[in-house]
């Protein structure tokens, strides 16, 4: 069975960085899409980042190019959101998201397997 256990938030000021992990166990990654959303209070949730995990290909929103870097990790199975100059507008709880491909990866239905969430909060 796939788990996804994610940690790395917290509390941070504006223009702060938080790295968030998302370790994936229970099968081969070789084929998967890796993904980042985020659910801010009262939004629904948005596409981040993803990463094809074998090809270390990655995707980002336009909110956070620039100012988040996506990786992978693949001999500890592990996908990291590196996130640096924080904003207010970042507050959200962040979700790691695996998916078989082929898939759409900007999209939350395409995901099959979720993590429980990690709560960022950027203060300004």
């Known amino acids: 069975q796939v788990q996804l256990v994610e940690s790395g938030g917290g509390l941070v000021q504006a223009g702060g960085s938080l790295r968030l992990s998302c370790a994936a166990s229970?099968?081969?990654?070789?084929?998967?899409?890796m993904g980042w959303f985020r659910q801010g209070p009262g939004k629904e949730r948005q596409f981040v980042a993803a990463i094809l995990y074998s090809a270390n290909r990655p995707y980002y929103a336009d909110s956070v190019k620039g100012r988040f870097t996506i990786s992978s990790d693949n001999a500890k199975n592990t996908v990291y959101l590196q996130m640096n100059s924080l904003k207010p507008e970042d507050t959200a709880v962040y979700y790691c998201?695996?998916?078989?491909?082929?898939?759409?990866?900007?999209?939350?239905?395409?995901?099959?397997?979720w993590g429980q969430g990690t709560k960022v909060t950027v203060s300004s």
């Open positions: 229970g099968r081969s990654f070789s084929n998967y899409a």
């Open positions: 998201a695996a998916s078989p491909l082929p898939i759409v990866v900007f999209t939350p239905t395409s995901y099959n397997y």
